[in-house]
């Protein structure tokens, strides 16, 4: 929030928006049984991202593809663009990151 008087940065906050928790995945918790990794890692928020930038009189865009993001990057002024995404497909992708990190030093050398 910015007080009415205060410039305006030219800047897209991305917020990736798992609904809590998703760090918690890749840590040794993630094995505990769901309804406890749930309440106590997991934390769903069900935070409405879209009306918390309205609250702030914010422009909002939902990123729903790739090929979204660069005209909501190179759009102007201050926005909020939110990529919805599930803790276990970030899980995933991290995983394969760091496998692929891992083969990339091994092939080096």
Not at 7 to 31: H, K, M, S, W, Y
């Amino acid at each position: 929030m910015l007080g009415p008087d205060e410039p305006r940065p030219d800047l897209c906050l991305v917020v990736v928006n798992n609904n809590g928790g998703g760090i918690f995945t890749t840590l040794e918790q993630a094995a505990l049984p769901a309804p406890a990794f749930e309440r106590l890692f997991g934390t769903p928020h069900g935070a409405d991202i879209a009306a918390v930038a309205q609250a702030g009189k914010i422009p909002y865009s939902i990123i729903k593809t790739r090929t979204d993001l660069p005209a909501i990057l190179n759009g102007p002024g201050l926005r909020v663009a939110e990529a919805q995404t599930g803790r276990a497909a970030g899980a995933a992708l991290r995983a394969a990151m760091t496998a692929a990190a891992r083969r990339a030093l091994r092939a080096l050398g």
